[in-house]
């Protein structure tokens, strides 16, 4: 079966991942993973679906009426399939005072090293004691051949005492299906 990543976004209410999964399913069609959020408003998401090859078009074109109803932005990509790698995987979890340039910082650090980005969530929340905005990250990373974890823990060691978080490395994970 061929698939397809579906990046959506709409006005947040309710009913919207029920809309979208009706196309899916009235196609014959698997929902086989995904990732969505309300931010701001907003309802925004990433998902994979397989739809069997003699409805394709048919999927495709159903997809039109949910944006023509105002119920989302579709942008719809033929996957790749699974990239297959022997990389080996970590976990990094970032907490500080938020401030601007913390995602920029980290982010850059790991492109500088070729390190690939697998999942990325991040969000704030108040300080219980000393008030002010807490930033929390966490990453799930493919590292590459020539960076070792014990490279990168001390690469984001030094990286974190000049943004003033705390970083902690998960290794040893052969693959993560969740944080």
């Known amino acids: 079966m061929p698939s397809f990543v579906l990046s959506i976004l ?3 209410r309710s009913g919207l991942v029920e809309a979208l999964s009706a196309v ?3 196609h014959g ?3 086989d993973k995904s990732h969505m959020t309300q931010l701001a408003g907003k309802f925004a998401g990433v998902v994979l679906v397989a739809v069997p090859s003699g409805r394709v078009d048919a999927f495709l074109s159903e997809l039109e ?3 023509a109803q105002g119920l989302f932005d579709i942008s719809v990509e033929e996957a790749r399939g699974d990239v297959e790698t022997k990389a080996p995987m970590v976990v990094v979890d970032v907490v500080g005072n ?3 340039g913390i995602v920029h910082e980290v ?3 790991f492109a500088t090293r070729k390190i690939s980005i697998d999942d990325l969530q991040t969000w704030t929340s ?3 004691m000393a008030g002010g905005r807490l930033f929390h990250a966490k990453a799930r990373l493919r590292l590459p051949a020539e960076v070792s974890p014990d490279d990168l823990l001390s690469d984001l060691e030094a990286l974190a ?3 003033m978080v705390d970083v902690h490395l998960i290794t040893e994970i052969d693959e993560i299906d969740g944080f």
Do not use: I, Q
Request: glycine share 8%; proline share 12%; no cysteine.
């Open 98 to 100: 938020d401030h601007p």
């Open 24 to 26: 899916v399913s009235a």
């Open 65 to 67: 009426p949910l944006e």
């Open 29 to 31: 069609g698997n929902w």
């Open 10 to 12: 709409g006005d947040d």
């Open 107 to 109: 982010s850059h650090l």
């Open 161 to 163: 005492a000049d943004l």
């Open 126 to 128: 108040v300080a219980p």
